[in-house]
């Protein structure tokens, strides 16, 4: 499955706004695991060697950046 440089890019934003948000003090995340879970999606908006995004760190990112969760 190949993706456009385009969605690429947007998910590279979205993993900056996450690593943002975490450096904040996102309170959604326990304060332990901020600083390593923002290292590892600043790693991952860079991508692979082939410059692919992990659809994993994108999930991550959307979570982090949406609304409270009905839980």
Do not use: C, K, T
């Not at 975490?22 to 991952?44: C, S, T």
């Not at 990112?61 to 949406?66: H, K, T, Y």
Request: aromatic share 4%.
């Amino acid at each position: 499955m190949s993706s456009s440089p385009f969605a690429e890019r947007d998910s590279a934003v979205l993993l900056h706004q996450a690593v943002e948000s975490l450096r904040q003090g996102n309170h959604r995340v326990d304060i332990a695991v901020r600083g390593p879970l923002a290292e590892w999606l600043e790693d991952a908006a860079e991508g692979d060697d082939e410059g692919v995004i992990s659809p994993y760190a994108v999930a991550v990112a959307e979570s982090l950046l949406s609304g409270p969760s009905a839980v």
